[in-house]
């Protein structure tokens, strides 16, 4: 995942990388391959890289524990100036010496692969998720816990939609 950006004429550029995810440095997360997709404009002061990456991963799903696989595309952009200036808070923007002639897009590809891993992993966006009461999988089982008793975390709601019902 380098870039000899010496070896490129000032301009638009296309490159792309595929990899196998096992290789990257990625997490145990991802599988199969990491395809990334490079545009690199290239002018007097900076190299601006707008990154397109597919990465495929297996999660665990937070409701019914079941492993599922997700498709994960996503993009973002770097930007490398060869002038250091006082822009050095923003985290997109990176700064090259003289003597660099190479971009190593590794760290920002593997920082972008894990921050795109979903807060709240969903095998199905309708995933009824396991019973407190009794442990079966609601998506493959029914079991009879919610006609015995009512939870009571939810009775003061049942009462007002009692109250609306009535409207
Ligand atoms: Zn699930
Ligand atoms: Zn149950």
């Known amino acids: 995942m380098i870039i000899k950006f010496t070896n490129y004429a000032d301009g638009i550029h296309e490159l792309d990388f595929h990899q196998k ?6 997490s145990k997360m991802f599988f199969g391959d990491v395809d990334i997709y490079v545009r690199m404009d290239k002018s007097f002061h900076q190299i601006v890289l ?3 990456m597919d990465l495929h991963a297996k999660l665990q799903c937070d409701r019914c524990t079941k492993e599922y696989e997700e498709d994960i595309n ?25 003597d660099d002639d190479k971009i190593d897009l590794r760290p920002d590809v593997l920082d972008y692969a894990e921050l795109s891993i979903p807060m709240k992993k969903l095998c199905d966006d309708d995933c009824k998720g396991i019973c407190s009461g009794c442990g079966v999988d609601l998506n493959k089982y029914e079991c009879n816990c919610g006609d015995e008793k009512i939870n009571p975390v939810w009775a003061p709601l049942l009462k007002l939609k009692d109250k609306s019902d009535k409207k």
């Open 21 to 26: 995810s096992a290789e990257s440095g990625l």
């Open 50 to 52: 707008t990154i397109t």
């Open 74 to 98: 996503l993009e973002f952009s770097s930007i490398y100036l060869f002038e250091q200036n006082d822009r050095d808070d923003d985290t997109e923007v990176h700064f090259l010496d003289p």
